[in-house]
């Protein structure tokens, strides 16, 4: 930031199960298949047997987490918005089903993972939760029975949750994105999971894919993903951060901008950027702009930007302003690296801001006409996590500070907009070319000044709890610029 003068049952029949929530490479089937159905006492793949499999799915139906009373009764008039407790019950059923499909599998409940898998894959499509159904009740077991009513009665107002719908859509959901149909029927000719191509057959498969696309996007409040915490100088991380991990980045803060500047390519190397994916952009005086893509379906635009820089030889070591924002861009690649999107997402850490927003303009000032049009919005990320979580409504776009206010009300995140004239930010430089900007502060106006630029700025003015808001807030928004373009206005 500047001041202001500068500028994610037998044999066949567990196969089918397994596949319908594991496998990603199966075909889908355009006609009909025969349909063979050995005795339900037949072992499943992995020795667990049908039974255990089907106990195991009727204590996940049965728990607490999955009792959606609180959401029945509002379903009688879909045009109204779910009210709190419903929200909640929401909340809680797709925080257990996304926890329980990861767990490891013990010798006390060996299918746990498995049937929970099943039951996050059928009650979040209806056509699949009709055939299990359907399937189930043709077994001619009590307890197939008992089950296929318990999915029916669940699947109802399990039709009303749209997050339990995507955590379903990224469990069905192959490494290419696309959600295959008719799985049961596909697999219940006798095809053994994984015949199709390499399929998400074991937990330990699951667990990475898991981490890859569920876990990477759609957190929600409060949650972290299931990724193992990591040294900067370790291995290569996918999925989102950890809070070890954030806490690592953050505190590193180094004190000269050339280190950096090296820094902030090696923590998009540590987000999983490959060499040749990280590009330097001459901002000047020797400083670069760091600059990652993550290719789209399209070419449409977001840029997600902060600047690396602090002031030259200035107290403090700059870590509020602005190692949180450059820590939160390449945490963010990390997140989304590995999930399909629509839009393309230029990530950049801008050199020279606190010299006039010089690196941004160089950035902004090398787009050819048809590039700079091509940009949809630019979120900018700046001195954050230290008492809240603010957009700057004199600095930003009204239609996306608009966007920011509503994916903070419909996720239940803090937000507030902040009217502040002494100062300035890399936003400018976008909203100046005709982009749609807006910049995202964690400092109100009375610690502002208090803070950056001075020997306050360390590690010890960061609050990790205000940081995973801006950054599941952020998260919130960029999903929204994916499905949605934003317009100039």
Not at 129 to 136: E, F
Not at 149 to 169: E, F, H, I, T, Y
């Amino acid at each position: 930031m500047i001041p202001a003068m500068q500028g994610n049952l037998g044999r066949r029949l567990g196969a089918a199960f397994l596949a319908a929530t594991l496998s990603a490479q199966a075909p889908a089937q355009t006609v009909p298949v025969a349909v063979s159905r050995p005795p339900v006492g037949t072992g499943l793949a992995g020795g667990v047997s049908a039974q255990e499999f089907l106990k195991a799915v009727e204590l996940h139906l049965d728990s607490p987490a999955l009792r959606l009373d609180s959401i029945l009764p509002h379903l009688a008039n879909p045009e109204v918005e779910l009210p709190p407790p419903a929200r909640k019950a929401e909340a809680e059923v797709v925080t257990y089903l996304a926890r329980e499909t990861l767990k490891a599998p013990t010798p006390e409940a060996p299918a746990q993972a498995l049937a929970a898998r099943f039951v996050a894959a059928a009650l979040s499509d209806r056509v699949e939760r009709g055939r299990a159904a359907s399937m189930l009740s043709n077994e001619g077991s009590e307890l197939a029975e008992r089950v296929a009513q318990k999915l029916s009665v669940a699947g109802w107002a399990a039709n009303a949750l749209p997050r339990l719908q995507q955590l379903g859509k990224d469990m069905r959901a192959g490494p290419s994105g696309i959600a295959p149909t008719g799985l049961l029927d596909t697999l219940f000719d006798g095809k053994e999971p994984g015949s199709g191509g390499a399929a998400l057959d074991t937990p330990e498969a699951f667990a990475a894919y898991a981490e890859r696309r569920f876990a990477a996007g759609r957190l929600l409040p409060g949650q972290r993903a299931p990724v193992a915490a990591s040294s900067l100088r370790g291995p290569r991380v996918l999925g989102a951060p950890s809070d070890e991990e954030v806490l690592d980045r953050v505190g590193l803060s180094p004190l000269t901008n050339a280190e950096r500047e090296r820094v902030a390519v090696e923590l998009f190397r540590q987000a999983g950027a490959a060499p040749e994916d990280i590009v330097l952009q001459d901002a000047g005086d020797g400083r670069s702009n760091v600059v990652v893509v993550k290719k789209g379906r399209t070419d449409r635009v977001v840029v997600v930007g902060s600047h690396h820089d602090r002031v030259e030889g200035g107290p403090g070591r700059g870590t509020i302003d602005n190692w949180t924002g450059t820590t939160m861009v390449a945490n963010l690649y990390q997140a989304l690296r590995g999930v399909e999107t629509e839009a393309t997402f230029v990530f950049v850490a801008f050199a020279r801001e606190e010299e006039g927003l010089v690196g941004s303009q160089r950035y902004v000032g090398g787009l050819s006409d048809e590039l700079r049009r091509r940009i949809d919005a630019m979120v900018n990320l700046d001195s954050l996590a230290v008492d809240g979580t603010w957009t700057w409504k004199n600095l930003g776009t009204r239609s996306l500070l608009d966007l920011f206010w509503w994916a903070a009300h419909e996720a239940g995140l803090k937000l507030q907009e902040m009217i502040y004239w002494g100062g300035g930010a890399d936003s400018s430089s976008f909203r100046r070319a005709g982009i749609p900007a807006a910049t995202v502060l964690g400092i109100s106006k009375e610690l502002l000044w208090q803070i950056i630029h001075s020997e306050k700025d360390t590690i010890a003015a960061f609050s990790l709890p205000h940081y995973k808001n801006a950054y599941l807030l952020t998260l919130e928004v960029l999903k929204r610029l994916d499905k949605q373009p934003l317009g100039k206005g």
